[in-house]
Each structure stands twice: as C-alpha cells, then as structure tokens.
C-alpha cells in the first residue's frame, strides 16, 4: 500500500479536529453540539473549527439549522457549477448552453479601493444575495480578501485567476440599461455604492430581482452592507428571513465565510497565546476618527473620552492617587496563590496611531488602582500611516479577530472595522462618540451586535401601493431599527431592542 499524500492529509485532518472537539467539550461544559463545528473541518482552514477554542461559553452562539441546511445546500452547487477555466466560460457566454454545468450562474465580487471593514462587509452582502438567489460566488483574486480569507467551500474553489477579464464583465450592462433594452443580455454590472444613482436604486425592487435570473453573469461592485436594505425585497425575505433568528444574521455568517486562511490565523493565535491569554478579562477597544485628511492623526482628549466610557460601565477599576505598596502585595500574592491569571483586565486598543495606546499605558503604570487590580495595554500594530497594501489589510484583520476574542468592546461610531468585530463576537458594543460634538456622552451601549446599513435605499417601487405582505412589514417594524452611529442608517436587532424605528411611508 502506498502512502499518499491525500491519505496522510486525511488521517492528519481526522485528528486534528478529534483534538478540536474534545478541548471544546472539556473547556465549555454545556455547549449545545450544534456550536461545535462538524468533524470534516478541513486542516487547509484551521481557523474554521480552532475559532471556538478561544470563545468563552456565554458568546458561543449556535448556527440556525435553517442557515446550516442552506449552506450545505449552497456548498454543494458551489462545487458542481465549478468550472476549470473561467476565462474561457466568460468569453463564451453567448455560445451554447452545453459550453457551462445546467442552470449554474455567477456573481463574480469586484474589489474596490475601500478599507478592509466595508470590502468584507460587502462580500457578505454579495454572498447573502447569492445564497438567496443561486448564484455562484466568485471573488476577485486582484486584491487582498482572496488572500487573506479561506476557500469557504470544501472541494471547489471561488477565487477567479488573476488572468480573468475583470474589465470585460465590469463593462457589461448596467441594470437600468440591461431593463431598458429589447435583447437579452447575458452579464449585467451592479454599481452598488454609498453614492448609488436613481436607476441603480431599483435594484432593491422585486422586479428587478426577477429580471436577474435570467442573466447568468452578475459583476458586483460595492462598499456597502446592504443585507438589511434587501430584506425590503419580498422574494428574498421569504427565503432569508428564517436564517436571521432573534435579529441576527451578520454573526452567523461572518463565523462561516470570513475565516482567516492559516498564515493569517497563526498571528491571530501567537497573540492570543502571548498576550490576551494572561488576563481575566479582556476589553477591546477601537478607535478611529473619519472625515479628516489623516485617518492617523492623533486627537487629544481621546483617551479622556474612553476612560470615562469604560469607568462609567464598571470596565476598568479607578486611578487611586495613593500607592499603598503593602496591600497591593497581599491581593497580587492572594491571587498568585488562587491560580489566578497574572493579569487582572487587558485593554487591546486597535489604531493607526500608536499614541493612543501609549497615553493609556502611562496612566496605568504612572498610578495604581483603587481595587488594586492590574491593566495592562497591548496593541498589535501602530502604523501610523493609512494604505491599500496587503500587511495593513493582514495586520487589520488580525486586529478584527482579536477584538471578536475580547469579552466587551467598545468601538468607534461609524466605523466598518468595529462592525466585523462585534458582528463576530455576538457582542453589543460600547460606541464611543469620539467625533460626534453633539453628543456631549463619551458614549453609548450598541442596540445590536450587527452592522449598520450607512446609506439605505428606497427605491420608487415601495414608496406607494407597496406589495409588501403583512406579515412582511410587521416583521420590518420589529426587526429593523435607525443605527445609533448613523441617524440615517438601518440596522438589524433584536425584538426588544427598542431604539427609533425605520420611517418608511409604506408600513
């Protein structure tokens, strides 16, 4: 018998994961099985089943059996519609129908130039489109999602060559045009940004959804979450809705298709084990500033505006202006001799600038506190600069899932970076009001762990005579709320969420 290298991948897989399951039902006593990710996780993508290692019990949330069938379901048509040169596909679009696998069509996501927080956020929004209308998903290789993230999908693969003619399908017809037109058009090209124009808005209206089934190209190009304002399309809230249980959705896909590939995984895991391991508890706070020329700049008062938050929520112990050497020595050596770990809170501060976290090191080093508790800061990068490069995308993504790992966030307003990590840690996060002047507070408690629709669209078809059901729009008025950080953005909560509800004359 010969030792193949698909025979040792197999055994080493089976024993990966055998590990995997026994530390998880060791170290979270009480997990429902159906947290537990299945045997066959593949060791190409370690972060798929290793990720609940390091979540304590209480944020381990289980994936609805509805989303676990649709996936799996999904899976499989992703691997029968894979095809082994897409070039050649593409370019023969408008050849017979025997050059592609029966019924299979495609919806090919396009990089843009935006950070990494709104191109995730949009290649979730393209995969929940997809998913709801059987669609193939392929992303572009150009960039820096297809390196960082893992094949979603065993046994196939949705990365397009670098060869692929991206300019071609991007070309295709626009939606207004493709409608407008006599003949039948085989790709169309969604421009789905925050700016999105009239004609472009209609894509949100059940006929338009319709029309598209018939095209079998679709090019998606956006910098939006856009889940929320596709829940007004009946035919899709028919078949996504079930999959959003108790107002959540983003946190449960996100913990399936936004998995950091292995080398991106390691730097997650080195830092846990380095750093966040030590502590008790963890605090992870995000800050960033929009609406200024250096995304870096440092802001004095900011650290000011964050210990008053995390004081005012009972997340940090108070400065004492006295040191009493004694008593600290007696608790630390009390602590010592519990087991207990040597660090009592961690603060990991994600920024492009360094200073903050410095700012906020010195005071916990410059003076003690009044409960005698440690607090260490630690911070994975400080780059100091904003770019498109692929390490600030890694470093980014690394510090995303660290903050999903921290027991409570506090993060920016406004910010796509905070949303990731909150959306993946089924956290409500503490929103600092870093920016806003007209919120004197430093900051408030998140109604919801997902993210917000910044710019919504209402498109022409539902302002009047809207064939929403009732069942539909009680659903909207339950499940659909105005963001905090946004006064005019959605987002998807909870029922007893309250906050201001979605203004929308057709309910």
Same mark, same amino acid.
């Given at each position: 018998m010969f030792v193949t290298e698909e025979l040792v991948l197999s055994v080493w897989t089976t024993i990966h994961n055998l590990e995997v399951h026994d530390a998880l039902r060791k170290q979270n006593n009480g997990v429902p099985s159906s947290v537990i990710p299945p045997l066959n996780s593949h060791p190409t993508c370690l972060s798929r089943s290793q990720q609940y290692l390091y979540r304590k019990s209480s944020h381990l949330s289980a994936v609805p059996e509805s989303l676990r069938q649709a996936w799996s379901s999904y899976a499989d048509m992703q691997k029968s519609c894979f095809h082994g040169n897409w070039t050649e596909l593409f370019l023969n679009k408008h050849g017979p129908a025997s050059s592609r696998p029966d019924s299979c069509r495609y919806l090919v996501f396009i990089e843009g130039r935006e950070g990494l927080g709104n191109l995730l956020l949009s290649l979730t929004t393209a995969f929940t489109f997809a998913m709801a209308t059987n669609r193939t998903l392929l992303i572009d290789s150009?960039?820096?999602?297809?390196?960082? @993230? *893992?094949? !979603?999908? !065993?046994? $196939?693969s949705w990365v397009l060559p670098t060869e692929f003619p991206y300019n071609l399908i991007t070309d295709c017809p626009r939606l207004f045009s493709f409608q407008h037109n006599t003949t039948n058009a085989s790709c169309v090209s969604l421009n789905l940004q925050h700016n999105i124009t009239s004609p472009d808005k209609e894509f949100f209206c059940e006929d338009s959804f319709a029309d598209l089934k018939h095209v079998t190209w679709v090019a998606w190009t956006s910098n939006q979450y856009f889940v929320t304002n596709l @829940? @007004?399309?009946p035919s899709f809230w028919q078949r996504m809705h079930p999959m959003m249980v108790e107002g959540r959705f983003f946190t449960y896909v996100s913990s399936l298709l936004l998995l950091p590939e292995n080398k991106t995984w390691s730097l997650i895991v080195r830092q846990l084990w380095s750093y966040l391991s030590a502590a008790e508890l963890r605090v992870g706070i995000q800050v960033r500033l929009h609406g200024r020329k250096d995304l870096a700049q440092f802001e004095p008062g900011v650290d000011t505006k964050i210990m008053d938050c995390l004081l005012r929520y009972g997340l940090l112990p108070s400065l004492s202006e006295y040191e009493n050497s004694t008593e600290m020595h007696r608790v630390q050596s009390r602590k010592m001799s519990d087991g207990k770990k040597p660090v009592d809170i961690l603060l990991l501060l994600t920024s492009l600038q360094g200073k903050y976290s410095q700012v906020m090191r010195d005071r916990f080093m410059e003076m003690p506190t009044e409960s005698f508790q440690t607090v260490q800061v630690h911070s994975v990068s400080q780059l100091g600069r904003q770019d498109k490069g692929f390490q600030q995308a890694q470093l980014a993504f690394v510090e995303m899932w660290l903050l999903s790992f921290c027991d409570f966030l506090a993060t920016s307003e406004y910010s796509t970076f905070g949303y990731i990590a909150q959306g993946l840690a089924d956290l409500h996060p503490y929103i600092l009001t870093l920016k806003s002047s007209h919120n004197p507070s430093s900051c408030m408690v998140g109604q919801s762990s997902e993210?917000? $629709?910044?710019?919504?669209?209402? !498109? $022409? *078809? @539902?302002r009047k005579d809207s064939a929403l059901s009732p069942a539909h729009k009680d659903w909207i008025r339950v499940y659909l709320r105005m963001c905090q950080d946004q006064p005019s953005g959605w987002q998807l909560v909870q029922p007893d969420a309250g906050g201001d509800a979605v203004p929308m004359e057709f309910l």
């Open positions: 150009r960039g820096n999602v297809a390196k960082l @993230l *893992c094949e !979603p999908f !065993p046994e $196939t @829940l @007004l399309i993210p917000c $629709t910044h710019y919504p669209k209402v !498109p $022409t *078809c @539902l």
